[in-house]
């Protein structure tokens, strides 16, 4: 059974770092690009980064450019996001999914979605 699965949130204080990790099982994330979401309470998912299968293209939404660092190891079949600088407005549960594309994906081309690890900035 393929499967994506989130690990590395918490709890830090506004100004702290974490780093998210995506694991894959049953299924080589080699020709997936793969997405980080976040999902606030009352709020709309939010596509936070993304990066193509090769890693050599990246966005990141304009809320967290220059704060968050997405990067992935194929030989792991893992993806990271590094969070620096967070903020209470970070708050939220993240998501990872992947994409059989190569490029960076419209949300409607993801295919695996991980249930999610919960990060929570607050002092």
């Known amino acids: 059974q393929s499967q994506l699965v989130e690990s590395g949130g918490g709890l830090v204080q506004p100004g702290g770092s974490l780093r998210l990790s995506c694991a894959a099982s049953?299924?080589?994330?080699?020709?997936?690009?793969i997405g980080w979401f976040r999902q606030a309470p009352g709020k709309e998912r939010e596509g936070v980064s993304s990066?193509?299968?090769?890693?050599?293209?990246?966005y990141y939404s304009d809320s967290v450019k220059g704060r968050f660092t997405i990067s992935r190891d194929n030989a792991k079949n893992t993806v990271y996001l590094q969070m620096n600088s967070l903020k209470p407005e970070d708050t939220a549960v993240y998501y990872c999914?992947?994409?059989?594309?190569?490029?960076?994906?419209?949300?409607?081309?993801?295919?695996?979605w991980g249930q999610g690890t919960q990060v929570t900035v607050s002092s």
């Open positions: 990066i193509s299968s090769s890693g050599g293209s990246v």
């Open positions: 049953g299924v080589t994330l080699d020709y997936y690009a």
């Open positions: 999914a992947a994409a059989p594309v190569g490029g960076l994906p419209a949300q409607d081309e993801y295919t695996y």
